[in-house]
């Protein structure tokens, strides 16, 4: 008959390299589960340059609404030559541009860019390679993103890489922002006015701060050519006034002043 083996005498003759082997996959199942705890902090963001390129962005926009403002009010004052209803409809535009350029600064500095969060479906599961290491205690500084090893990819989705500074998989599109230290979705670029990564898109559903960058520049843009057109028409009619010139029948943005004949 074969000999009856103990239990109790297997256990004792376990080595402690064996026990270290079974320690190491426990540590590696439970962290290809849930255990986003186990995973490396996150790096952290250049909070200083952010704030300074923060602050220039808030005082850039604020500084453009006030001379465009100022300027337009300040050539249609001094002219005079403008009716009511076309100062008003001015005010009105000039006001409205304000506003959406106000509420796209506020959504481009507090707004969400699109930032790639941490979270089983996002972190795991770990390539082979940042696993080994995460439980051998080595550091990842020496590596460089990895692809996506073909195991769920979705048949004709483009293919997504890790990122082994936030150990997030990211989409096509996504980026690591060095100063924000953070991947987000459809990046485009750090702006180093706003302190803020720019990133998302407008279609088919707008995402990320992309649609307030793009809101705030033409909200810019508008504003200048409100400016233009009618402090151009105050301009025109004053010159035309003050040269004496025979101004026929005025348009609906002038006075009758300018209307007089010799």
Known sequence: LAPMINPMIIDAETTEETASMIAESMIAESMTVERLDALLPLPKPNLQAMRQQAALGISVVLSLITVINALTFMVISFC??????????????????????????????FGDPGVIKRSAESSFPLPDEVLQRLTGGFALDDLRNLPFPGAGQEEGAPPKTFCVRCLVWRPHGGHHCKTCQRCVCDFDHHCGVFGRCIAGKLRPVPSGNWPFFTGILLAFFWGAV??????????LAFMQKAKGAPGGRSSGLLTGGTSSKY
């Open 80 to 109: 005079g030559t403008l009716d009511d209803t076309a100062v008003y409809t001015c005010a009105a535009l000039m006001s409205t541009l304000t506003a959406v350029a106000l509420a796209c600064l506020v959504g481009i500095i």
């Open 226 to 235: 409100v400016g233009i057109v009618f402090g151009g028409f105050a301009l």
